[in-house]
């Protein structure tokens, strides 16, 4: 992985960005509200080292399109994904060469912002199959104690699936299962599942 200067710009201008387009999208209808979506589970199926997976959260926001097409929407996410960690040797500085156990070498986790589409098929049995796929912005960083050792940004998308139900009146919650593949050489794909609500 190689390290960059000035990422925190280039990601702030990204997000900006993104969420500008976004926001603009409910301009023909202004009526429409968008739907929001709060997601959380953990990764696993890590390419690369550390692949030990984690904590996986994501926001969405999502705005109906044509409802003829599978009351699909269309929006922005925002996530964050915890890929894992390497162990190394504790030392004693006092005592070179003395181990007094293991502790974490260094983290690496995930974020970004992506285009989002969703689309639903006919419920059955109160349950509602989604199918998902995501375009956008991958930042990949690796750190040690909140000191970053090296990142990586790069272009990425995500397909995935489902199942919904309606608890509430305009609310539901769910299980949602991602692929997501990144183009870049240090962390190239994962997987990620969680728990979904929305309203």
Not at 119 to 128: E, S
Not at 181 to 190: I, M, Q, S, W
Request: hydrophobic share 45%.
């Amino acid at each position: 992985m190689r390290s960059r200067r000035g990422p925190a710009g280039r990601c702030a201008r990204a997000a900006c960005i993104a969420f500008a387009l976004a926001l603009a999208l409910p301009a023909a209808s202004v009526s429409a509200r968008p739907a929001v979506r709060v997601e959380s589970g953990g990764t696993f199926a890590v390419l690369g080292d550390p692949n030990q997976g984690g904590l996986s959260a994501a926001l969405s926001l999502l705005w109906p399109v044509d409802p003829g097409f599978g009351g699909a929407s269309f929006g922005v996410t925002g996530f964050a994904d915890d890929l894992g960690a390497s162990l190394g040797p504790l030392t004693d500085p006092a005592q070179p060469g003395v181990v007094l156990g293991t502790t974490e070498v260094s983290h690496r986790w995930a974020w970004g912002v992506a285009w989002r589409m969703d689309a639903g098929l006919p419920a059955r049995m109160g349950w509602t199959p989604v199918a998902t796929g995501t375009w956008g912005f991958y930042h990949v960083a690796d750190d040690h104690r909140g000191k970053v050792l090296a990142e990586v940004q790069s272009t990425g998308f995500s397909l995935g699936g489902g199942l919904r139900h309606a608890v509430l009146k305009g609310a539901s919650m769910g299980v949602m299962v991602h692929y997501h593949r990144l183009f870049n050489d240090t962390a190239g794909r994962y997987a990620s599942a969680g728990v979904e609500f929305g309203w």
